[in-house]
């Protein structure tokens, strides 16, 4: 036993030397010379590049330019002046991607050259909505195709056309729509020829026209396919927010025209209001809820003496309701505005005491 102890306590004074020893090797005693001005330049223009506040329009291409920068000083002051292969290859390879990622950057930001039939589209209705040249190009490039028509000639007939082929925009000329041979409004250059059909049979496929329209002198379109946008500005947020505030503000046009057919093109141009729901259900009642009334003809009557869609649909007698919507009951309607009785105010006010 007395062996043993005196055998431990005698080895751990002889460890401790050599653990303090073993630490003083790790510690510096000589401070090397500093490197060259290269190596300094290098490091300060990485440190600048990744300063660069995101703010600036042009922030990522000033960053790897500074990270290009960087690298071919480390890569000269590697093999100038400490002749370190790693080092000047790893730089090299950091050079190389770099220099992949802004020319890929400045590619994102080459000049779009759109097609002069659609400049003037685009100026008008797109750019001012802050659509990139590049998302416009994807837009019209791939599903759209641009068709003629000739004086005389029908887009859609009533009854006849099916609305779920495609969604145009009037690039040129000028179109008539009329129902019944009764002339409603007229159509002109950069607004969209059936928006409300595109917009009130988004959710009911199958249906038709109820509407004839006619060019009235040789046109020129822009034609989507009606599936294909669909699922394209499912992917597209952005644009698919655009296309609903334009298509809205086309049929809020366009029930202005109803109200007053003789507005000319330049009057169309100066309504850029804000589309009400009320304007879009107005529009849609006047083109598809017509032809499910009784006695259509009355109502195409009152629409063409001036009167507001939407009122003079409803103050007509002989109009009939609609089979898919159920009117709301006089009663439910009442009740908002119902004044309190003396009883359910004493009530109200007995329940807080009967509570306490």
Not at 18 to 41: I, K, M, P, R, Y
Not at 57 to 84: E, N
Request: net charge neutral; with cysteine; hydrophobic share 40%.
């Amino acid at each position: 036993m007395a062996g043993s102890l005196n055998y431990t306590t005698s080895a751990l004074p002889s460890s401790i030397p050599s653990v303090a020893g073993d630490s003083n090797a790790t510690v510096c005693q000589d401070w090397e010379q500093s490197h060259h001005l290269l190596f300094h330049l290098a490091n300060l223009s990485l440190g600048l590049g990744f300063l660069i506040p995101t703010t600036i329009a042009l922030h990522m291409i000033f960053l790897r330019l500074l990270l290009m920068t960087g690298c071919s000083l480390f890569i000269a002051w590697a093999t100038l002046y400490r002749c370190t292969l790693d080092v000047m290859v790893w730089n090299v390879v950091f050079l190389l991607v770099n220099f992949m990622h802004f020319f890929f950057l400045l590619y994102k930001r080459r000049p779009i050259k759109i097609d002069r039939e659609l400049k003037s589209l685009y100026k008008r209705m797109f750019e001012p909505l802050h659509v990139r040249e590049a998302l416009f190009q994807r837009l019209t490039g791939q599903f759209c195709t641009i068709q003629t028509l000739k004086k005389g000639q029908v887009y859609a007939a009533e009854d006849k056309t099916s609305v779920d082929e495609r969604l145009s925009i009037l690039l040129k000329g000028k179109m008539k729509v009329s129902y019944r041979g009764h002339f409603l409004h007229n159509i002109y250059t950069n607004a969209f020829i059936d928006s409300p059909e595109f917009r009130s049979t988004q959710m009911n496929r199958g249906e038709r026209f109820q509407v004839t329209i006619t060019a009235e002198e040789n046109c020129k379109l822009l034609c989507w396919s009606r599936e294909r946008l669909t699922y394209f500005l499912e992917s597209e947020s952005f644009l698919s927010e655009v296309f609903r505030y334009l298509i809205g503000k086309d049929i809020t046009n366009k029930l202005y025209s109803l109200n007053d057919p003789t507005l000319s093109d330049k009057a169309v141009k100066k309504m850029d209001r804000q589309p009400s729901l009320c304007s879009q259900l107005s529009m849609m009642q006047m083109r598809n809820s017509m032809a499910s009334t009784s006695d259509t003809d009355d109502v195409l009557n009152q629409i063409l003496r001036g009167g507001s869609t939407g009122s003079s649909l409803q103050k007509n007698p002989l109009t009939k309701a609609s089979t898919t919507m159920k009117p709301i009951e006089e009663g439910m309607e009442d009740d908002v505005f119902e004044t309190e009785s003396p009883t359910t105010s004493q009530n109200i006010s007995r329940t807080p005491r009967e509570d306490m």
